[in-house]
């Protein structure tokens, strides 16, 4: 008798314990979701479609760089020589070292390393203002020079390194007037290029803010790690735009071929 009842008892809690874990479930998880495995997918999908959209917005610039490029090219490859190397390889450090970190902190969100997590999304605040902090330098470099395309616009500076054909020498001389008025044309798809990119950088920052917050609750230390991976996404694209921003505006023909 005491065996059949130890037994019921146990057949109870069990039968208990079964139904309180088919009902619980994180506070992330949504109600149109039958499981969060189906939420962390949907959210996965909407992210790589967002992503796609914007493969496709930057596209569009790039392809009509490269078309105002070829039509104007003494004047592309002489106001390319006044963007400083330097400082943009400064960037493109910082900015690899920044998605170096994002990528730590995905990994942390997945092992659930919630002090690990919280500094490595900081380092990745930290280097994404410093490319910021760097863009600003060279911005206020091009607003001394008079190089932001409008009425103050200054040709004077845009000297094109032409190689003389008898003696097989570079020299400087300057762009003939019609041409010189063209490098507008790359400053402002370098400013649109650049601004776009850097406005992503701004969101960006301001989404891991957002995450920081959160992962000091310990809200991505439970198995909930969407977000971070979807943001791990977007911050590795906009990585990806600047290794192409870079060569294309600093360095493609800076030096004319002996």
Known sequence: MANTIAAAHEHEATASHGHDDHHVSLPQHRHHFETQEQQREAGSFGMWLFLLTEIMFFGGMFFAYLLYRNWYYDAFVTSSNQLSVPLGAVNTVILISSGFFMALAVWAAEVRKKKQLVRYLILTTIFGLAFLGVKTVEYKEKWEKHHIPGASFDVHEFINPA?????????????????AQKTQVFFFLYFAMTGMHALHMII????????IYRA???????GYVAPIENFGLYWHFVDIVWLFLFP?????N???LQ
């Open 163 to 179: 190689i003389d054909a008898k003696t097989g020498k570079a020299e400087q001389r300057p762009l003939a007037p019609d041409m």
């Open 204 to 211: 960006g920052l301001g989404l891991l803010g957002w995450l």
């Open 216 to 222: 000091q609750r310990g809200d991505f230390t439970d």
């Open 248 to 252: 294309l505006l600093y360095l493609i």
């Open 254 to 256: 800076r030096h004319p």
